[in-house]
């Protein structure tokens, strides 16, 4: 069995059958999720005006899924510094927080200085793509962070190009 490899059935009895009764592994990474946006809804609750369901985070989460993590969803913060820092009482349980939306200049974009508030360091903002400029990389204390846009494109395509290399690195 070579170092950094998910282990599976065949690969336990393999080390059994070998009489090899311990082996070093990691614990599955637990990723954080924060949704962002007054506009945001929960499937299933009523939809009012001007308002979309979030499907970002349940996406998220079940990709964080497959690539072998635990995903914690945190829930949807409104647009407001108060909400954001409310719900990020979670993250420091976490090996990882992403953020969903709230990542650009805007009005409502109110993500990034959030973090700052908490302590994030921030290694980078934007990266020269489309989809996805808005994006978010630093570090709050010892979690890293990645905030990815809101639009459900581009949090799909950042969250491959992104996300996904953290996760394997992290496993």
């Known amino acids: 069995l070579r170092a950094g490899c998910l282990l599976t059935a065949r690969d336990i009895g393999l080390a059994a059958s070998m009489n090899v009764p311990?082996?070093?592994v990691r614990r599955r990474p637990r990723v954080a999720i924060l949704a962002t946006g007054d506009e945001l809804v929960m499937p299933g609750d009523p939809l009012g005006p001007e308002q979309i369901?979030?499907?970002?985070?349940?996406?998220?989460?079940a990709y964080?899924?497959?690539?072998?993590?635990?995903?914690?969803?945190?829930?949807?913060?409104?647009d407001s510094a108060e909400?954001?820092?409310a719900l990020l009482g979670g993250a420091p349980e976490s090996d990882l927080l992403v953020?969903?939306?709230?990542?650009?200049?805007?009005d409502y974009d109110l993500v990034q200085q959030?973090?700052?508030?908490?302590g994030l360091?921030?290694?980078?903002?934007?990266?020269?793509?489309r989809p996805g400029k808005p994006l978010i990389f630093g570090r709050m204390g010892r979690v890293p962070v990645l905030g990815l846009p809101g639009n459900p494109v581009s949090?799909?395509?950042?969250?491959?190009?992104?996300?996904k290399p953290v996760m394997e690195t992290m496993l």
């Open 22 to 24: 311990w082996l070093t």
């Open 53 to 61: 369901i979030s499907s970002n985070s349940l996406a998220l989460a």
């Open 64 to 78: 964080v899924k497959a690539l072998g993590g635990e995903p914690l969803i945190l829930g949807i913060a409104r």
């Open 83 to 85: 909400s954001i820092d």
């Open 99 to 106: 953020t969903l939306g709230g990542a650009s200049v805007g």
């Open 114 to 118: 959030a973090l700052k508030d908490r």
């Open 121 to 129: 360091d921030l290694g980078f903002y934007r990266v020269a793509m």
């Open 155 to 163: 949090a799909g395509v950042t969250t491959v190009v992104f996300l």
